[in-house]
T-cell receptor, first 112, second 113 residues
Framework: SAVISQKPSRDICQRGTSLTIQCQVDSQVTMMFWYRQQPGQSLTLIATANQGSEATYESGFVIDKFPISRPNLTFSTLTVSNMSPEDSSIYLC?????????FGQGTRLTVV | GQQLNQSPQSMFIQEGEDVSMNCTSSSIFNTWLWYKQEPGEGPVLLIALYKAGELTSNGRLTAQFGITRKDSFLNISASIPSDVGIYFCAGPISSGSARQLTFGSGTQLTVLP
């Protein structure tokens, strides 16, 4: 298994501002994943963060809104840009070991 | 895209009762994963299934990978208050590298004392 540290654990932000979420893994991994979980909903994949190349975004998510960095094999950041109340969600990073995915504790974002 | 249909959406049970929830899909999955999420936490992996027909236990939890590879169920026996949480099934997205997951809608479990 992998130990994933995510911060901040929660934040309340003003609309129009941006928040960067950090994800640190205790081992080197090829791919890291960012998910969004809207209130009362399941998890939806935002993008795959690849080290050394641009992130791969899922349908409905764009780089301008959710820029991602992956400077090395143990760290990634997700930025939620120009936030609106509709961005209020839990954001989770994840890594996969063999075929099993492990998650950070999530960042609970509230946009006011 | 691939969708996992999970049911029931919520369950209210008495402590000590057994629980069963399931996931179905119109697509074949090669892996089924079951997660539990507690408030303020990320999902935690409970059981992973890799072969059609496989039946795997983890303490009071038992999960099976359906023969058709289009369904899976999770059973919890003799429920206790700490079983409260949201349970998700998940499987790899076929269009991805088999590492990105798609999730069911979740089953919210409440255990009454």
């Amino acid at each position: 298994s992998a130990v994933i540290s995510q911060k901040p654990s929660r934040d309340i932000c003003q609309r129009g501002t941006s928040l960067t979420i950090q994800c640190q893994v205790d081992s080197q991994v090829t791919m890291m994943f960012w998910y969004r979980q809207q209130p009362g909903q399941s998890l939806t994949l935002i993008a795959t963060a690849n080290q050394g190349s641009e992130a791969t975004y899922e349908s409905g998510f764009v780089i301008d809104k959710f820029p991602i960095s992956r400077p090395n094999l143990t760290f990634s950041t997700l930025t939620v840009s120009n936030m609106s109340p509709e961005d209020s969600s839990i954001y989770l990073c994840s890594v996969v070991s063999i075929s099993e995915a492990f998650f950070g504790q999530g960042t609970r974002l509230t946009v006011v | 895209g691939q969708q996992l249909n999970q049911s029931p959406q919520s369950m209210f049970i008495q402590e000590g009762e057994d629980v069963s929830m399931n996931c179905t899909s119109s697509s074949i999955f090669n892996t089924w994963l079951w997660y539990k999420q507690e408030p303020g936490e990320g999902p935690v992996l409970l059981i992973a299934l890799y072969k059609a027909g496989e039946l795997t236990s983890n303490g009071r939890l038992t999960a099976q990978f359906g023969i058709t590879r289009k369904d899976s169920f999770l059973n919890i026996s003799a429920s206790i208050p700490s079983d409260v949480g949201i349970y998700f099934c998940a499987g790899p997205i076929s269009s991805g590298s088999a590492r990105q997951l798609t999730f069911g809608s979740g089953t919210q479990l409440t255990v009454l004392p």
